[in-house]
């Protein structure tokens, strides 16, 4: 199973492996070094700060116009529409726990209840880091979930970034894919 995602019976194993194969295209990567520098610079101060400095960042690339109807949830409605929306986004501020189950903390209750109260299927729980996907009719909607991890993805294309700038600087501009040459067969 990939590092930056974590299935909890949401989706089935082989469905994800087949659109997580799917080739690297430019815009997605030009997407995420565009969201690491929104991380980078975000005010994580207060909830609201966290959501207009990062959070609807996130979202409007994923191509949602998010409209804030508490400080904790966004509603999601598609690009170029104000009131009609298709899903729902519940946010934590970074250092939150998604697993926390204590009364008033319970985050994964705080989704579903808010799914029923909007009238929605699917929903988005985050705090930035990890990113929850939650489905209503699920028979546990509580415990199934797709995790993914948003800064283990940013921080890994971070890491390419400096490698093929180190090889490219050291052998020009096949330097990387030379470097690379030894590790593929």
């Known amino acids: 199973m990939p590092l930056y995602y974590q299935n909890e019976k949401l989706f089935s194993e082989i469905y994800l492996e087949e659109i997580t194969a799917q080739p690297d295209r430019e815009e997605v990567l030009a997407s995420l070094r565009v969201l690491r520098e929104y991380r980078d610079y975000a005010e994580t101060d207060t909830l609201n700060a966290w959501v207009n400095s990062y959070i609807h960042e ?25 009131d ?72 890994c ?7 093929v700038q180190k090889w490219t600087k050291r052998l020009g501009r096949q330097g990387y894919l030379q470097f690379m040459e030894q590790y593929v067969k």
Not at 58 to 82: E, H, I, R, S, Y
Not at 109 to 115: A, D, F, G, T, Y
Not at 157 to 163: A, G, I, Q, W
């Open 58 to 82: 996130v979202l409007a690339a994923l191509g949602f116009n998010p409209v804030l109807k508490t400080d904790a949830l966004t509603l999601l409605n598609p690009m170029g529409t104000l």
């Open 84 to 155: 009609d929306p298709v899903s729902l986004c519940y946010v934590t501020l970074p250092e939150e726990d998604l697993d926390n189950t204590t009364m008033g903390r319970n985050w994964a209750e705080k989704v579903i209840r808010s799914l029923r109260e909007q009238e929605m299927q699917w929903g988005l729980l985050t705090n930035g880091k990890l990113w929850r996907i939650y489905h209503l009719d699920e028979l546990m909607p509580y415990e199934t979930f797709l995790e993914i991890d948003l800064d283990t993805i940013l921080l």
């Open 157 to 163: 294309l971070k890491k390419l970034r400096k490698s």
